[in-house]
């Protein structure tokens, strides 16, 4: 069985603790690595050849550190369809996905090493004779990534690539169900030329690997994707050394159909949304709020088509939907169900745990009369399990939306331009759709949400460089004399 090791410094290091965990085929139960555990002390010193990398790699001219992401881009590239392989084999999501994974990871490292020949400053005028004003951005230093296991090589790309670019060094604590893919992108990063100790890797337990990231005070910034529960800890805990965090956390998508909508293209989206990765996504459509003059044929040309899936193995062909991640999340699942159906909601389909393989497969899921209040429709599932809810208006369909605590994406359908302007205007989301499911966002736009969503920094897109650097003010005064600001000119 193949084991993998840690990457400390430019070399793949046995970890300290002498210990591997088991990384496990989801759909079948298959052993497909043993992973080297890291120790706190192993933590400390991916930590310390990051902050010995940083000024060197800083004073890199950006361009230079950019020749290296465009090779490593080619090279992913080049490996497309076995890497989308391999995730498969390590997350589920069906093939057709998981090359749209790489895809993504592929488009940010062009997209970030584009920005090696940009990193804009401003520049402006001062309100001084003889004086230039400009702004310039510098790297933060040593950051930490903490990456889920959704994306597993998408989402680690999306902050190492920007986070490189930018001059950072970096120490990235991928999710223990789908290290694999962090390995491959980190050994492509190697082999594309990156220095040593620039990007070190990090694998094992939350509790141990990713807290000695996030209590190091040479950590300057994390930037971490997962949990509301895990967020908020992180945010508590980088308060104390006032490090920069920037956070991806839970969703509780929303589709609005209204009365006017194309119902056939909205059932489209709604599937895609709900069980697409098996609704596991940030972005997934967990609740379609559908206006009460088409629910019930809404409700029965969904069931029809969402009855016909067919769950297997994600490497076949004619998979619809693949296994969930593993044996917490399925029953995680089926709690929600059970929560479901006694707060009274109709389970029209679904709703059970099958074993078409010997892993972890849900069926996917249909909660109809479920109320705003039900916790169905408030708490982020994470599963293949979608609820139906009902409103008489537009302005009540935006009400029902805005009532969950996060805000990440929201869609409506309708043909109308008023209403889609309206939910453009009124939904709380960092991301709308119009006509379009809650997923599919593209790697040249900001990504995130709004309210427990994250705490105001988006990723991708010009703010994926926002979030990896400072902003130095610089004002060059070649007038030879002392001149005030504010004082010299009434
Ligand atoms: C996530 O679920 O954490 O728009 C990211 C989408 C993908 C990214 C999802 N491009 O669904």
């Known amino acids: 069985m193949q084991e993998y090791k840690l990457f400390i410094n430019g070399e793949w290091t046995e970890s300290g603790t002498g210990e591997t965990f088991d990384d496990?085929?989801?759909?079948?139960?298959?052993?497909?690595?043993?992973?080297?555990?890291?120790?706190?002390?192993?933590?400390?010193?991916?930590?310390?050849?990051?902050?010995?990398?940083?000024?060197?790699?800083?004073?890199?001219?950006?361009?230079?550190?950019?020749?290296?992401?465009?090779?490593?881009?080619?090279?992913?590239?080049?490996?497309?369809?076995?890497?989308?392989?391999?995730?498969?084999?390590?997350?589920?999501?069906?093939?057709?996905?998981?090359?749209?994974?790489?895809?993504?990871?592929?488009?940010?490292a062009y997209y970030a090493a584009g920005e090696g020949r940009r990193l804009f400053g401003e520049t402006t005028p001062s309100e001084l004779p003889d004086k230039f004003c400009m702004t310039l951005r510098r790297p933060i230093g040593v950051v930490g990534l903490i990456t889920p296991w959704n994306f597993p090589i998408a989402i680690p790309a999306w902050k190492i690539m920007p986070a490189l670019v930018a001059g950072n060094t970096l120490v990235l604590k991928p999710a223990s169900d789908t290290p694999i893919m962090s390995i491959e992108l980190v050994k492509i990063l190697a082999e594309a030329g990156l220095p040593k100790g620039v990007l070190n890797l990090v694998m094992g337990e939350g509790g141990i690997v990713g807290s000695a990231i996030v209590h190091s005070k040479k950590i300057r910034a994390i930037s971490f994707t997962g949990s509301l529960e895990t967020g908020k800890q992180i945010l508590g805990e980088a308060a104390k050394d006032m490090k920069r965090v920037s956070l991806e956390l839970g969703g509780k998508n929303p589709i609005i159909v209204m009365d006017d909508a194309n119902l056939d293209l909205a059932i489209d989206g709604i599937i895609w949304g709900a069980f697409g990765t098996t609704g596991q996504r940030c972005t997934a459509a967990s609740r379609v709020i559908v206006h009460e003059k088409i629910l019930s044929s809404l409700q029965k040309k969904l069931i029809e088509r969402a009855r016909k899936f067919r769950l297997g193995n994600g490497l076949l062909g004619n998979t619809d939907v693949g296994p969930v991640i593993n044996s917490s999340q399925l029953q995680k699942i089926a709690k929600y169900v059970e929560i479901g159906k006694n707060e009274g909601a109709r389970l029209e389909l679904g709703g059970k745990a099958v074993k078409p393989l010997p892993g972890y497969f849900f069926e996917p899921t249909i909660f109809t009369d479920v109320s705003p209040d039900m916790r169905i429709a408030r708490e982020e599932i994470f599963g293949p399990v979608v609820s139906l809810l009902s409103a008489g208006s537009l302005d009540e369909a935006i009400l029902i939306a805005n009532s969950v605590e996060y805000g990440l994406s929201s869609s409506i359908y309708t043909e109308n331009l008023k209403n889609a302007f309206k939910a453009i205007e009124k939904i709380e989301a960092g991301i709308t759709y119009i006509n379009a499911s809650t997923i599919g966002a593209e790697i040249h736009l900001p990504f995130?949400?709004?309210?427990?969503?994250?705490?105001?920094?988006?990723?991708?897109?010009?703010?994926?460089?926002?979030?990896?650097?400072?902003?130095?003010?610089?004002?060059?005064?070649?007038s030879g004399k002392l001149q005030k600001a504010q004082i010299d000119i009434e």
């Open 448 to 478: 995130g949400g709004v309210k427990s969503t994250g705490n105001g920094t988006r990723e991708a897109g010009t703010t994926a460089i926002e979030e990896f650097t400072e902003l130095k003010t610089v004002y060059i005064d070649y």
């Open 24 to 108: 496990i085929n989801p759909a079948t139960l298959e052993l497909i690595g043993k992973i080297h555990k890291a120790s706190d002390e192993d933590v400390k010193s991916a930590i310390d050849s990051a902050q010995e990398a940083f000024d060197a790699w800083s004073s890199t001219p950006a361009p230079q550190r950019a020749k290296i992401l465009f090779s490593a881009a080619r090279m992913l590239e080049e490996r497309k369809e076995e890497l989308s392989r391999i995730l498969t084999t390590e997350m589920g999501k069906v093939l057709k996905e998981a090359r749209g994974d790489v895809q993504e990871a592929i488009d940010i």
